[in-house]
C-alpha cells in the first residue's frame, strides 16, 4: 500500500520553531510536487507551501519568511520548517504528493494523515 506518514512535535510556544516530516512508504518509484497544506478551526483547507517539480519552493503569503519547505529525494520525503510561529499558525497540517507507483508508473495524488499543531503559551 502506498501512503504518506507524517511526524512532528504538535505542541509549540509563540515564536518558537516545528519541523514536521512527510514520508512515502510502499513500492515508489519517485515523489513528484509535494506540499503542505493546512486547515484552521472553521477555515477552509489552504496551501502552506509546495515543491514543484523541478525543486522551487512557493509559499503562502501568509508564511513567507518563517516557513521553508524542503525535500529528500532519495528517501522521498518532504519537510516544513516552521520558524517564529504565531497563535494564528494553529491547524491541522497535510503533506500532499504526486506518487508514482511502481511496478506501472501511475501516479497517485496522496495526502497524510494530518498532524494538529498547536501554538499557544
Known amino acids: 500500500q502506498v501512503q504518506l506518514v507524517e511526524s512532528g512535535r504538535v505542541l509549540v510556544q509563540p515564536g518558537g520553531s516545528l519541523r514536521l516530516s512527510c514520508a512515502a512508504s510502499?513500492?515508489?518509484?519517485?515523489?513528484?510536487?509535494a506540499g503542505w497544506y493546512r486547515q484552521a478551526p472553521g477555515k477552509e483547507r489552504e496551501l502552506g507551501a509546495d515543491?514543484?517539480?523541478?525543486?522551487?519552493?512557493n509559499y503562502a503569503d501568509s508564511v513567507k519568511g518563517r516557513f521553508s519547505i524542503s525535500r529528500d529525494n532519495a528517501k522521498n520525503t518532504v519537510h516544513l520548517q516552521m520558524n517564529s510561529l504565531k497563535p494564528e499558525d494553529t491547524a491541522v497540517y497535510y503533506c500532499?504528493?504526486?506518487?508514482?507507483?511502481?511496478?506501472?508508473?501511475?501516479?497517485?495524488?496522496?495526502w497524510g494523515q494530518g498532524t494538529q499543531v498547536t501554538v499557544s503559551s
Open positions: 500532499n504528493a504526486h506518487l508514482i507507483r511502481s511496478p506501472d508508473y501511475r501516479v497517485l495524488d496522496s
Open positions: 515543491l514543484s517539480g523541478d525543486g522551487r519552493p
Open positions: 510502499g513500492s515508489i518509484i519517485s515523489m513528484n510536487i
